[in-house]
């Protein structure tokens, strides 16, 4: 299967910490990519590769693999990290892209 | 800093062709990137189009496959979309990244603003 699947939504206490998961069967050959969008705006890359960060996103973010499943865990939950966030990989080809159908984090 | 904006028509016929271009400032496009259309319809999740290498070779969704068309134009640095047949389902705001890759996996490092295009009569 080429798709990524993800938790539709969550919550997290404001400074605690929530895991978003990322499943696919790609994914036990590659690392996934995680992009952050907020209401309005484009997608923002936040991790790639084993748990890469692009300057300025924080280091309150950080990514896991685990077989077939990647994760992105926020450590210290600000309101500023409320938004949707989407997983991507490579399908088994190998020649095309997959999203995962996206996670709504939400912060209380 | 590589800047990339979407340009073209924000209302499109039904049946009509979708066409859109992505100019690439801050970065050459002959560079070693593969260079992609990302689309998201209103209220819903990221779908990838296709991607475009300098030399003109594509890959495309295997969804969108016969009805999309992307090239590039070195001359002007820019690389383009065209979507063909188009219905009320391709109303979306439609993005242009860069892709990039490293050992183990892939990414798009850098986006568009993006550009809503509306498919009505």
């Known amino acids: 299967s080429s798709e990524l699947t993800q938790d539709p939504a969550v919550s997290v206490a404001l400074g605690q910490t929530v895991r978003i998961t990322c499943q696919g069967d790609?994914?036990?050959?590659?690392?996934a990519s995680w992009y952050q969008q907020k209401p309005g705006q484009a997608p923002v890359l936040v991790i790639y590769?084993?748990?890469n960060r692009p300057s300025g996103i924080p280091d309150r973010l950080s990514g896991s693999s685990s077989g077939n499943t990647a994760s992105l865990t926020i450590t210290g939950a600000q309101a500023e990290d409320e938004a949707d966030y989407y997983c991507?990989?490579?399908?088994?080809?190998?020649?095309?892209?997959?999203f995962g159908t996206g996670t709504t984090v939400t912060v209380v | 800093q590589v800047q990339l904006q979407e340009s073209g028509p924000g209302l499109v016929k039904p049946s009509a062709t979708l066409s859109l271009s992505c100019a690439v400032s801050g970065d050459s496009i002959s560079t070693s990137n593969w260079w992609s259309w990302v689309r998201q319809p209103p209220g819903k999740g990221l779908e990838w189009i296709g991607e475009v290498f300098h030399t003109g070779r594509t890959n495309y969704s295997p969804s969108l496959k016969s009805r999309v068309t992307i090239s590039v134009d070195k001359s002007k640095n820019q690389f383009s979309l065209r979507l063909s047949s188009v219905t009320a389902a391709d109303t979306a705001v439609y993005y242009c990244?860069?892709?990039?890759?490293?050992?183990?996996?892939?990414?798009?490092?850098?986006w568009g603003l993006g550009t809503l295009v509306t498919v009505s009569s």
């Open positions: 790609s994914l036990s050959s590659q690392y």
């Open positions: 991507c990989s490579r399908d088994s080809s190998g020649n095309h892209y997959v």
């Open positions: 590769g084993r748990n």
């Open positions: 990244a860069r892709d990039k890759v490293i050992p183990g996996g892939y990414y798009f490092d850098s």
